[in-house]
């Protein structure tokens, strides 16, 4: 090879392998930026950020866990609605505006309140059992409210199912789904707190409470 082609070759190795590294770099920084939004949550807690923003109207894409563009963008529409830094990213004030709560929950959170779902709905519409355990959850995050899923279910009188041990009733699948449903975000009764059968509610001051929707036999209020 000829100097002058040894050093023709020389440029263009130089050349490429600056073209390799800037692609590289560009590729980094776009997987970083990915990585920075990704990180705010587990592919479980993005679907409850998915189903959120669906049921408020901002995402209109699948609820599979992806933080992609579909979701940053939603996001970037829900926080400019609600006076938050439109960056795209899901951190804890977007979260709390969000009204999801990502404290762990053990086995035996979620075990006592399909406990709860099968013993005070069973015979009600999924949906309603899935209410029921939205309602408990929030209370939770209510300050009125023990801030427990225990605390909220063992509160003296407030549910006829702990008064009369039905509580104390195997949960089938069904309310373990519904129980799930709920800690991944799904709300079917807009944050309500109370609910009742108007059939058999005794109490005058549940009547007082202001119905927001029913669900099978079970009003939902605030």
């Known amino acids: 090879m000829k100097k002058r082609d040894r050093i023709m070759f020389a440029v263009l190795l130089l050349f490429a392998v600056i073209l390799v590294g800037c692609i590289v770099s560009v590729d980094n920084v776009n997987n970083n930026n990915i990585t920075s939004i990704s990180q705010v949550a587990t592919t479980s807690q993005n679907k409850q950020i998915q189903q959120k923003l669906k049921d408020l109207g901002y995402y209109f894409g699948s609820v599979d866990g992806i933080y992609g563009n579909a979701t940053r963008n939603a996001v970037v529409a829900f926080q400019k ?25 053990t086995s035996s959170d979620l075990y006592l309140l399909a406990k709860c779902v099968h013993a005070e709905a069973r015979g009600e519409p999924y ?36 008064n009369d041990g039905q509580i104390n009733l195997e949960p089938n699948s069904t309310a373990y789904q519904a129980a799930q449903d709920a800690l991944n975000g799904w709300d079917p009764t807009y944050g309500c707190l109370y609910y009742y059968n108007p059939t058999t509610a005794t109490s005058k001051w549940i009547f007082s409470r202001q119905t927001v929707v029913t669900i099978g036999k079970h009003v939902f209020a605030i």
């Not at 006076?83 to 009204?99: E, F, R």
């Not at 300050?143 to 063992?154: D, L």
């Open 81 to 105: 609605a609600n006076g938050l830094t439109a960056d795209g990213v899901a951190g804890p004030k977007t979260i709390a505006a969000l009204g999801l709560n990502f404290n762990s929950v």
């Open 127 to 162: 949906v309603g059992q899935v209410a029921v355990a939205a309602v408990i959850l929030n209370r939770v995050k209510d300050a009125a409210f023990p801030n427990t899923i225990s605390g909220v279910i063992y509160q003296p009188w407030a549910f006829t199912a702990v």
